[in-house]
């Protein structure tokens, strides 16, 4: 299966701070990439499709302003979690699809806002 | 839209004892099937998928499930579960046209040595 990395695994920011959240598909080249948050003890809450080369797709609910995607490269997506509040802490995921009928998963991103 | 409901919200079992996890799944078209396990501090890893043929599959580490069109079931089961099974299980579905996935809310499953 394909194999997803994110950088950073666990960052702790101050309120009002912006984080930058990496995710790259090492092995084969990601024209989408899907961005989840997962709140302790809970399922998968898709945030936004990624796009490769145009603007990302956003679930309802979900602020676009607040959450900016970037896909500049194929293998390369990043989730900027930007002026960053308390409520944001929470563990993203991104995963990535060779052929939309199976979705490979990076390890996650645990992020703190204190 | 798309739905998945897991009814088991946290099961607690002995060693060697059965398990089944229920999943059910709301829609009209062709679906794939998965069954996702996160276990503790670990990322999501494929148990299991169904996409078509055999409704009955296999998957890793002794997990099967079955596919039941009928009642829009996808149940997960391991005829004896070890303490190392203590993890997370997500139920998921995807249309087979369509690029998004659908999660259950997840059970999690507690294996007492």
């Known amino acids: 299966g394909a194999v997803v990395s994110q950088h950073p695994s666990w960052v702790i920011c101050k309120s009002g701070t912006s984080v930058k959240i990496e995710c790259r598909s090492l092995d084969f080249q990601a024209t989408t990439m899907f961005w989840y948050r997962q709140f302790p003890k809970q399922s998968l809450m898709l945030m936004a499709t990624?796009?490769?080369?145009?603007?990302?797709?956003?679930e309802q609910g979900v602020e676009k302003d607040k959450f900016l995607i970037n896909h500049a490269s194929l293998t390369l997506s990043t989730l900027t979690v930007t002026s960053a509040h308390p409520e944001d802490s929470s563990f993203y995921i991104c995963?990535?699809?060779?052929?939309?009928?199976?979705?490979?998963f990076g390890p996650g991103t645990r992020l703190t806002v204190l | 839209a798309q739905s998945v409901s897991q009814h088991n919200h946290h099961v607690i079992l002995s060693e060697a004892a059965s398990l089944e996890l229920g999943c059910n799944y709301s829609?009209?078209?062709?679906?794939?099937l998965f069954w996702y396990v996160q276990y503790p501090g670990q990322h999501l890893q494929l148990l299991l998928k169904y996409f078509s043929g055999d409704p009955l599959v296999k998957g890793i580490k002794g997990f099967e499930a079955e596919f039941i069109k009928s009642k829009f079931s996808f149940n997960l089961r391991k005829p004896s579960v070890q303490w190392s099974d203590t993890a997370e299980y997500f139920c998921?579905?995807?249309?087979?046209?369509?690029?998004?996935?659908?999660f259950g809310t997840g059970t999690s499953l507690t294996v007492i040595p």
């Open positions: 998921a579905v995807s249309s087979n046209t369509g690029n998004q996935f659908y």
């Open positions: 829609y009209g078209g062709t679906v794939n």
């Open positions: 990624s796009n490769e080369g145009s603007k990302a797709t956003y």
């Open positions: 995963s990535t699809t060779p052929d939309y009928n199976e979705q490979f």
